[in-house]
């Protein structure tokens, strides 16, 4: 898979509402794909990408908030402490913002690249970019996070972006 061929999905996309299929080993095929997420990302300008942004079905994300790209294979959540509201931005909703409450703190477990187990407690805003691109892995949105006023207002740029997508 070649980094430059990823297309990165907008609303409407089917692939971004189905669940995402554990990998049951890192090899070579699954580390080429972290690496096409991670140019894909920073060619978007994101901090963040899943493999299901992508049309690829598999539990997989990049992130970089700025001290160093992750590539996080069969997240879990183990347990959350406390409750923050901020606005989050999404590459599958070109400038389209929402306000999402998530927790502050989280204690997380995955594959590494090198096919480790990781045990890590993330906090703030790499608590808020983990939870967020897994949630994409399980066809979550930011768009369900909505208030009804928030998604009354972005009615029509929704309905846009579903007509871009509606042979996807």
Known sequence: MIAGQLKIRTYGSSCLRMPSEQISEIGVSERM???????????????????????????LFVVDIGDGTIAVFNPKIIKTTGEGMMEEGC??????????SRPQIIEVEYMDINNQTVK???????????????????????????SEKELAGLKSQLEELEQQNKDN
């Not at 997420?37 to 598999?58: H, S, T």
């Not at 590459?91 to 999402?100: A, E, T």
């Open 120 to 146: 890590k407690i993330l906090r703030d805003l790499m608590a808020r970019v983990f939870m967020h691109e897994s949630d994409h892995l399980f066809g979550k949105l930011i768009v369900d996070y909505a």
């Open 91 to 100: 590459l599958c909703f070109p400038n389209i913002v929402v306000n999402v």
């Open 33 to 59: 794909l972290a690496d096409a997420l991670i140019k894909a990302m920073y060619e978007g300008k994101g901090i963040g990408l899943a493999a299901p942004q992508v049309g690829i079905n598999k539990q």
